[in-house]
C-alpha cells in the first residue's frame, strides 16, 4: 500500500507501507529540480525507527547510510557519474555516531583508511594498491589536537621516509636506503623547532664515511681540525614541508 503527496516545494513524496504498523519507507522525489539531490528513501522498522536512508544527489552519487537503534553505523558513498576524485567511500560509526574510520578508493588508484577516535582522526594510510604510484603506501599520525607527529612513506625505489614534527613544525627527516640501491644507507636533514628553517644535514655512506653539513651545505668538522670561518650576511635557511596527501 502507498501514499503519493505532492508537496507546495515541487517534491513528490511517497509513503510505502510494509507488514508492521510503523514499518515501511518515504521516498522524496526532486522533480522540480529546487534542491541538491534527486531522490532521498528513509525505511523504517517496525517500530518506526530509522534503518537506512538511500540519497542520490543531482551530482549522480549515491549514499547509504545504515541505522540500528536510530543511530547511524554505517555510510556508503559511489560516485557513480566520475564527478569527484574517488570511486567510492565507505564509513564506520561508534555507538554515539561519531566516526571511527574513513577508507576510499582514488580514481588515482590508491586507498585512503583514516582513523578516528571519538570523532577525532589519529592516522590516515595510504595504500598504492594498482602500482600507479611512486610509493607503496604512506601514513600520517596525528596528535588529539589534530597536528601532525609523524609522517612516513616507503617509495618504490626503496627508499623509507620518516618526517618527526612538533606543535605542527617538520624538525628531523630521516631518510634509508633499504634495499642498498644507493651509496648511502642513511640521511638526516634537522630542522629549527621554532620555524622549520633547514639546520644540518648528516649522512651516512656505505663505505662508513659520514658527512655533517650546514644549510648552505658547507661542512660542519666534528674531529677537532681547525679552520677560518667566512662571516655570511645572508645565510640561506631553507624551510621543507610534509609529503603532499590527497
Do not use: C
Amino acid at each position: 500500500q502507498s501514499v503519493t503527496t505532492t508537496l507546495d516545494s515541487g517534491v513528490v513524496e511517497t509513503r510505502t507501507s510494509f507488514l508492521g504498523p510503523a514499518s515501511g519507507a518515504v521516498t522524496k522525489t526532486d522533480n522540480a529540480d529546487r534542491f541538491e539531490w534527486d531522490s532521498i528513501t528513509t525505511t523504517y522498522d517496525a517500530h518506526g525507527a530509522k534503518v537506512e536512508v538511500v540519497r542520490i544527489d543531482d551530482s549522480g552519487i549515491r549514499a547509504t547510510t545504515n541505522y540500528a537503534n536510530d543511530q547511524r553505523v554505517t555510510a556508503n558513498w559511489v560516485d557513480t557519474n566520475d564527478v569527484e576524485n574517488w570511486e567510492y567511500r565507505n564509513a564506520n560509526y561508534d555507538s554515539q555516531g561519531r566516526l571511527t574510520l574513513l577508507t576510499q578508493r582514488m580514481d588515482a588508484g590508491f586507498d585512503v583508511h583514516r582513523t578516528y577516535n571519538a570523532g577525532v582522526i589519529e592516522q590516515r594510510t595510504d595504500w598504492d594498491v594498482t602500482g600507479v604510484m611512486a610509493w607503496s603506501n604512506r601514513a600520517v599520525l596525528y596528535h588529539p589536537t589534530g597536528q601532525v607527529k609523524i609522517a612516513y612513506a616507503n617509495f618504490d625505489n626503496g627508499v623509507s621516509v620518516t618526517k618527526n614534527y612538533s606543535n605542527g613544525v617538520l624538525t628531523r627527516i630521516l631518510k634509508n636506503d633499504d634495499q642498498d640501491k644507493f651509496d648511502w644507507f642513511y640521511t638526516i636533514r634537522k630542522f629549527s623547532d621554532f620555524n622549520g628553517s633547514l639546520l644540518h644535514v648528516t649522512r651516512g655512506y656505505d663505505d662508513g664515511t659520514v658527512t655533517h653539513k650546514d644549510a648552505r651545505g658547507l661542512d660542519i668538522f666534528t674531529d677537532g681540525r681547525q679552520g677560518s670561518v667566512a662571516e655570511d650576511a645572508a645565510p640561506n635557511l631553507v624551510a621543507t614541508g610534509a609529503f603532499e596527501v590527497v
